[in-house]
């Protein structure tokens, strides 16, 4: 049983509740067909705000953390989360992601590890920019903004806030098929990827 | 987690700790009040004479490394560095799988009880005593992976389980910059290279 389609219903009149939600560049989503949905990770609320507001379904790489307690463990796979292990390689979650892709279906991941103290895109972890390179799918760069001031990591209390999300133009780098090729383009990657989610995220609102 | 977890010491005087609850923290040395300033998440700074200012969070954390982020409070005469905290620790005993419709989806975590103590960061260890119980050491040069997973620090140690710290009373964003640079320092010590990248493991160049 999937909980995905009635809980993102729910989801977005959530998102409307606690924020004033605008999304834009949808239609840089693909309508069918594999993607890679990179974003930076400002608050707790943005997995919430990106499945509510995505136009395609996607499955998103979730730290094994939240897989710790009963209840979390059998509802985050019906809302398309699987696990990633941080503290280590997880090569599980590597097969995961390319199988999905395999299948034709989209893959969030917050490349950053974990979310922003203070709002700032942080460095992106290799493993992301790897299995973009790996994949070969285009990836869409996602900048989400104004959830650091509706709930930062350090607070309880959310605020109403103003929230954009914005799906960039997707970028395809090809499939790169042996590790040398991947490590050879590796940094060049992260620089643009990190450039692009820059210019995704609203400066007015970060 | 309170905004005197971000603002562990005061990003305008440089005093360490700074006290708070909640979206509140004050500043005991210079006096400055710091609070949540609007829905932009910028910190509203409040002068002893009640002049106040707005400021982003990171031009604040900015600051902050500027003051030397945690290594005042930590730092002894002679360079070495000594600092310690109560914390509950808690280890990974096993790893489960994941299904979803009968398929593997992955793997998590399970820990074991908590642990009540005090977490020390030295030069070359990380140790945590349980009261009159057991001590648990970590050489700096034996730790594989950090990171911090919401308002805990965790370790990988090249033997045994994860290791995660939640801290009674101290900002783990401070444990995670305090362990982040003594990581750094070591493995540069020890030859090993500097430090680029603290997870899923250790990355130096």
Avoid at chain 1, 25 to 39: C, H, M, T, V
Avoid at chain 2, 55 to 77: D, K, V, Y
Wanted: net charge positive.
């Amino acid at each position: 049983m999937s909980l995905y389609k009635p809980v993102k219903v729910a989801l977005w009149i959530f998102c409307h509740l606690v924020a004033r939600v605008r999304a834009r560049g949808r239609a840089n989503i693909p309508g069918k067909g594999p993607f890679i949905l990179l974003s930076n990770h400002q608050s707790i609320l943005d997995p919430i705000f990106i499945q509510a507001h995505c136009p395609r379904e996607v499955h998103s790489m979730t730290k094994s953390t939240q897989f710790a307690q009963p209840f979390f463990r059998w509802v985050i796979p019906r809302l398309h989360g699987f696990p990633t292990r941080r503290y280590k390689v997880d090569p599980q979650a590597v097969r995961i992601s390319l199988r999905l892709l395999a299948q034709g279906h989209g893959v969030g991941i917050y490349p950053e590890g974990e979310r922003s103290w203070d709002g700032a895109l942080q460095p992106l972890r290799r493993g992301a920019i790897r299995l973009a390179l790996k994949a070969g799918v285009p990836v869409i760069p996602c900048g989400i903004s104004g959830s650091y001031g509706v709930l930062p990591r350090w607070s309880r209390r959310p605020r109403r806030g103003r929230v954009t999300i914005h799906f960039g133009e997707p970028i395809v780098f090809g499939r790169h098929d042996h590790k040398a090729e991947r490590e050879a383009v590796l940094e060049r990657t992260r620089t643009l990827l990190e450039e692009a989610l820059s210019r995704a995220i609203d400066p007015e609102e970060a | 987690m309170a905004l005197a977890d971000l603002l562990y010491r005061c990003p305008e005087c440089g005093h360490d700790p700074v006290m708070g609850v909640g979206d509140e923290a004050r500043c005991g040395a210079c006096g400055r009040h710091f609070g949540r300033a609007d829905a932009r998440g910028r910190i509203r700074v409040t002068d002893p004479d009640g002049s106040s200012r707005s400021r982003s969070a990171a031009e604040l954390t900015r600051a902050i490394a500027g003051h030397g982020g945690p290594l005042t409070a930590a730092s002894q005469p002679g360079g070495s560095i000594l600092y310690r905290a109560e914390a509950l620790m808690r280890q990974s005993t096993s790893e489960a799988p994941v299904y979803f419709r009968k398929r593997l989806l992955g793997f998590a975590e399970s820990y074991g009880g908590s642990r009540s103590g005090v977490l020390e960061a030295s030069d070359d260890v990380l140790r945590f005593r349980e009261g009159d119980g057991p001590v648990f050491d970590w050489g700096l040069l034996d730790i594989r992976a950090l990171q911090t997973s919401s308002s805990t620090v965790q370790i990988t140690p090249r033997h045994g389980a994860m290791a995660q710290f939640r801290f009674v009373s101290d900002s783990p964003r401070r444990w995670e910059e305090l362990i982040c640079h003594l990581l750094s320092e070591a493995w540069l010590r020890a030859g090993r290279g500097r430090i680029v990248e603290f997870q899923p493991r250790i990355v130096v160049r």
